[in-house]
């Protein structure tokens, strides 16, 4: 159980168009998820926290605008990088927290996100 | 604020061997959870073994145990008869879980560990 997953693995876009992640919950409801970014060898950095029907809440630094959050159910979390540039080149990861259920937070297997 | 620091970038150990992988942590808060989480090459984030705050007890998962020193605010994880597959980046992991920071997981630098044979 306690399975989340995220589309596409692996996708590359050029430079000014717009990709979409989705982040899915696929055995449970998830109240909250979270979307993190990577760079390689290099620690999780929280971008934003989404909460079911509400505004993203976004960490400090990460552009609302061109970082678009849409978490529209309660099984689904949308990430749109608009306008992307190499810069935004990087691997992705969103998890989820179940409603109702304990602290514990399950991770998607992120997407590699690839601006040429 | 909360932060948390792992202070070895890379470490190495032989197989069937034990390694002692340290993380740090700095709270005000008296109540809140310890994480180790592991990720390989696939960089899947996979929980290894929790610690809540409230309780004495070391946590244990079969070859994987933790020494909680909560006074010195210290979380370091063992890994007993190490096989090649542990071989990955581990990342330690604090959570406050009230207020502003529901949910709110903080990450240390990470320590990359490799399993020679």
């Known amino acids: 159980g306690a399975v989340v997953s995220q589309h596409p693995s692996w996708v590359i876009c050029k430079s000014g168009t717009s990709v979409k992640i989705e982040c899915r919950s696929l055995?449970?409801?998830?109240?909250?998820m979270f979307w993190y970014r990577q760079f390689p060898k290099q620690s999780l950095m929280l971008m934003a926290t989404s909460n079911e029907g509400s505004k993203a809440t976004y960490e400090q630094g990460v552009e609302k605008d061109k970082f678009l959050i849409n978490h529209a159910s309660l099984t689904l979390s949308t990430l749109t990088v608009t306008s992307a540039h190499p810069e935004d080149s990087s691997f992705y990861i969103c998890?989820?927290?179940?409603?109702?259920?304990?602290?514990?937070?399950?991770f998607g297997p992120g997407t590699r996100l690839t601006v040429t | 604020a909360q932060t948390v620091t792992q202070s070895q970038p890379e470490m190495s150990v032989q197989e069937a061997e034990t390694v002692t992988l340290s993380c740090t942590y700095d709270t005000s808060e008296s109540d809140y959870y310890l994480f180790w989480y592991k990720q390989p090459p696939s960089r899947q984030m996979i929980l290894v073994i929790r610690q809540e705050a409230y309780k004495q007890q070391n946590a244990t998962e079969n070859r994987f145990s933790v020494n909680f020193q909560k006074a010195a605010k210290s979380f370091s994880l063992k890994i007993s008869d190490s096989q090649l597959g542990d071989a990955a980046m581990y990342f330690c992991?604090?959570?406050?879980?009230?207020?502003?920071?529901?949910?709110?997981?903080?990450f240390g630098r990470g320590t990359q560990l490799t399993v020679w044979p």
């Open positions: 992991a604090f959570l406050f879980d009230r207020g502003s920071t529901l949910g709110r997981l903080y």
């Open positions: 998890s989820a927290r179940e409603v109702g259920g304990s602290y514990e937070q399950y």
């Open positions: 055995d449970f409801q998830a109240t909250t």
